[in-house]
């Protein structure tokens, strides 16, 4: 299932690394594409958004509702 969240914070390279470890961890076999200049972070994955988003929060990021 394709989900696309809101992600502010991401300024660089390593950011973008950040957040697609922390998805990572939630779901191994997630495949993660991110927009930083829109702030857009598209997942394909079958865990529940909630669980991505955590995951994103905890990284240091603000995922918009």
């Given at each position: ?6 992600v502010?914070g991401?300024?660089?390279?390593h950011c973008?690394?950040?957040v ?9 076999a ?6 930083r200049?829109q702030n ?6 079958n ?9 994103i ?9």
């Amino acid at each position: 299932m394709n989900q696309t969240f809101q992600v502010t914070g991401m300024t660089c390279g390593h950011c973008e690394k950040a957040v697609t470890r922390a998805i990572k961890q939630v779901d191994p076999a997630a495949e993660v594409a991110i927009d930083r200049a829109q702030n857009k972070v598209d997942v394909q994955s079958n865990q529940p958004r909630e669980a991505l988003a955590k995951a994103i929060v905890e990284e240091g990021y603000q995922v918009a509702a």
